[in-house]
């Protein structure tokens, strides 16, 4: 079973510029979730999808950050415009439910903001 | 709301030795508790996770937790370890009322000879 795909794995932008993450889950799990993890702290959720809705977006930084879920499968997460304190790693995981359903993450994107 | 603590922030061990990575929760309602493993360079794989029942709760590689609700903590543990459990450990919760996990700042373990 294919695991969650990441693309890019890492990139480096200037501030100010913008950058854009895709998560591909694993097949048939309905629930998504971004995370970013700044370095020396634990994951922090950033968005959640359920099929192609979302549950909860209360720690997305609105001005900047955005994400889609395309058809239910696919997803992207996009910052326009990068600040220096977005430097950090970006984890898409996904699960068959939520609650208790165990979630499986991608390798991650680690961004660098100059 | 809920909230994790990770106390450790590093916990250096000799290989065969018996380790206890602790964590604390905070929530006013029934919680699922979690145990992810984060290896260089990798995503989080789930080590084990209390969601009700026996209390005390078996994972993979060996690793343990016991859930206490008294004490609302739910320490992992491992008899004896080896150098390839090195890695950064993260303490998560959730509960019926959010389904978004809550994660410990982590808990870096260090094996060596």
């Known amino acids: 079973e294919a695991g969650v795909a990441q693309s890019p794995r890492y990139k480096i932008i200037e501030k100010r510029q913008s950058v854009a993450f895709w998560c591909n889950p694993i097949s048939g799990h309905a629930t998504l979730y971004w995370y970013q993890q700044i370095l020396g702290q634990g994951p922090k959720l950033l968005i959640q999808f359920q099929n192609n809705g979302v549950v909860d977006d209360s720690q997305l930084p609105k001005d900047r950050f955005s994400a889609e879920r395309l058809k239910g499968v696919d997803s992207t997460l996009k910052i326009q415009p990068a600040k220096l304190e977005d430097s950090a790693v970006y984890l898409c995981a996904s699960s068959f439910g939520t609650h208790t359903d165990t979630q499986y993450f991608g390798p991650g994107t680690r961004l660098t903001v100059l | ?113």
Do not use: M
């Not at chain 2, 145990?35 to 990798?42: A, E, K, L, S």
């Not at chain 2, 060996?62 to 303490?91: M, W």
């Not at chain 2, 998560?92 to 009322?97: E, G, K, L, N, Y």
């Open chain 2, 1 to 113: 709301a809920q909230s994790v603590t990770q106390l450790d922030s590093q916990v250096p061990v000799f290989e065969e030795a018996p380790v206890e990575l602790r964590c604390n929760y905070s929530s006013s309602v029934s919680v699922y508790l979690f145990w992810y493993v984060q290896y260089p360079n990798q995503g989080l794989q789930l080590l084990l996770k209390y969601l009700s029942g026996s209390t005390l709760v078996k994972g993979i590689n060996g690793f343990e937790a016991e859930f206490n609700k008294s004490q609302t903590s739910f320490h992992l543990r491992k008899p004896s370890v080896h150098i390839s459990d090195t890695a950064e450990y993260f303490c998560a919760v959730s509960d019926w009322t959010a389904s978004k996990l809550t994660f410990g700042t982590g808990t870096r373990l260090q094996v060596t000879l």
